[in-house]
Nanobody, 122 residues
Framework: QVQLVESGGGLVQAGGSLRLSCAASGRTYSYYAMGWFRQAPGKEREFVAVITLSGGGIVYADSVKGRFTISRDNAKDTVYLQMNSLKPEDTAVYYC???????????????WGQGTQVTVSS
């Protein structure tokens, strides 16, 4: 059974940076794209970024494009999200998923982590 553990969240002022990590365990190999989603209070969970196994395919939500960078280290089975120029509207619980696919939108079809809180103050 796959377990995903997110870390790196916290409280930061607007314009600041955070780096989130999502470490996977309990599996021998993954062929799937991994990604990040977020959920703000009172809102539905939304797609943030996705990265393919090779790292050659990356997609970002328009709201984070140019500010966030997703990467992965397959040897460590870990995916990262570098968040720069943070805005108050980035405040949310951030979740990773180990099987992100595109239907009519990006969805997480794999396991979810417990989430890590990101709070950006103005």
């Amino acid at each position: 059974q796959v377990q995903l553990v997110e870390s790196g969240g916290g409280l930061v002022q607007a314009g600041g940076s955070l780096r989130l990590s999502c470490a996977a365990s309990g599996r021998t190999y993954s062929y799937y794209a991994m990604g990040w989603f977020r959920q703000a209070p009172g809102k539905e969970r939304e797609f943030v970024a996705v990265i393919t196994l090779s790292g050659g395919g990356i997609v970002y939500a328009d709201s984070v494009k140019g500010r966030f960078t997703i990467s992965r280290d397959n040897a460590k089975d870990t995916v990262y999200l570098q968040m720069n120029s943070l805005k108050p509207e980035d405040t949310a619980v951030y979740y990773c998923n180990d099987r992100v696919e595109y239907g009519s939108t990006w969805v997480g079809r794999g396991s979810w982590g417990q989430g890590t809180q990101v709070t950006v103050s103005s």
